[in-house]
């Protein structure tokens, strides 16, 4: 029985994968079906500083991970899924951070002939703008309702085009691709990544950064307001704890009356202010210049604050003010006194 011989620049390339596959990094399988040539020479030209790309056939792919002490069992699901798998391999990007560098490169292409449907190609009611004409009758023979409305063509209902798994045929491809629908994906598509031990999905790496951002913000503020509340002391949260315990007991010692060089201003504050608001209750007779003057000072200050419906103020007299000023004379020395 004659034994099967490798070809010798098989044997060679997957040597040369072997020892990719063995340095430290990220590993990838992604799949190129259906990128034309000049488009993946320019895909790969701008990601060649960032990773190594190499196109293997799916046994060889096999063998070499094999080779490489790596477990083929992971990956047998992304080659199945690829039609045209290629092997990745980046020292310097996560399998988050080379997801999102692959995906950068998805486009989408009319449907041929022969083509799958990724999913389900679902058309909506709408207004298409395109002009009354044969389109009618050919959207309507491949099963989307359309007819004129308003001097345009407009798609009647909803409708499910194709189905996930289904493959088109005839002009559906050409007819959704007027319709601005282009279900196919072509790019380098990423059907799986191996880093630092862990097997990641698509669906695993594909997340919204700006949203993943956000929360992390959000956890952190909530983590630093529950360690305050819980007075939790660490190096992040001492220096707020350390001014809510200053705020607290400076509060706590104006309320008691416990005077201090810090809180004697507020004390003194607090006690004027409580000086002119019982001034301000008793008749102007019983106050001394001082106390009036003051008292005086501080109701103009009020009255500037706010707005003033009448500018004009009463003209007091000369012989209102000599009368004034002898009740003054008459009367006691007032709360003037009790202040020193």
């Known amino acids: 029985m004659m034994e099967a011989k490798i070809a010798p620049w098989k044997t060679h390339v997957v040597a040369n994968v072997v020892e990719l596959l ?6 990838a399988i992604i799949d190129t079906a259906g990128v034309p040539a000049d488009l993946f020479l320019s895909m790969r030209a701008k990601l060649r ?10 046994t060889l792919i096999r063998l070499a991970w094999k080779e490489a002490g790596l477990d083929t069992a992971i990956i047998e699901e992304a080659l199945d ?3 045209q798998p290629a092997i990745v391999h980046s020292t310097t990007l996560s399998a988050f951070t080379l997801f999102s560098s692959l995906d950068e490169t998805r486009d989408g292409r009319a449907a041929k002939p022969g083509d799958v449907a990724p999913k389900d190609i679902i058309v909506e009611a709408q207004d298409t703008g395109m002009p009354p004409g044969p389109i009618v009758g050919e959207l309507n023979s491949i099963g989307i309702p359309a007819k004129i409305m308003k001097g345009s063509v407009h798609i009647s209902k909803k409708v499910t085009a194709i189905e996930e798994g289904d493959v088109f045929d005839g002009d559906l491809g050409m007819m959704l691709d007027k319709l601005g629908i282009r279900p196919i994906e072509i790019g380098l598509i990423l059907k799986g990544a191996l880093d630092e031990g862990v097997w ?3 669906s695993t790496l594909d997340i919204d950064r700006d949203q993943v951002r956000n929360d992390i913000i959000g956890a952190v503020a909530s983590a630093f307001n529950l360690a ?5 002391a660490s190096s992040l949260t001492t220096p707020t704890l350390v001014s809510l315990a200053a705020q607290r007991a400076l509060s706590l010692a104006v309320e008691t009356g416990w005077m201090s ?3 004697a201003p507020h004390l003194l504050a607090q006690a004027q202010a409580r000086m002119l608001s019982l001034a301000a ?11 009036g003057s003051l008292l005086g000072a501080v109701t103009t200050a009020t009255a500037n604050s706010a707005e003033v419906s009448d500018n004009t103020e009463p003209t007091v007299t000369e012989d209102e003010e000599a009368e004034e000023e002898e009740e003054e004379e ?5 709360l003037g006194d009790l202040f020193g």
Do not use: H
Not at 281 to 291: F, K, N, P, Q, R
């Open 22 to 27: 063995k340095t430290p990094g990220t590993i």
């Open 49 to 58: 500083e960032d990773m190594t790309l190499k196109i293997m056939k799916k």
């Open 81 to 83: 899924t690829s039609i």
């Open 200 to 202: 990641f999905l698509p």
């Open 228 to 232: 305050c509340n819980m007075s939790w």
């Open 261 to 263: 060089a810090t809180s």
């Open 281 to 291: 209750s008793l008749d102007s007779s019983a106050l001394d210049d001082e106390l």
């Open 330 to 334: 008459a009367a006691f020395g007032g």
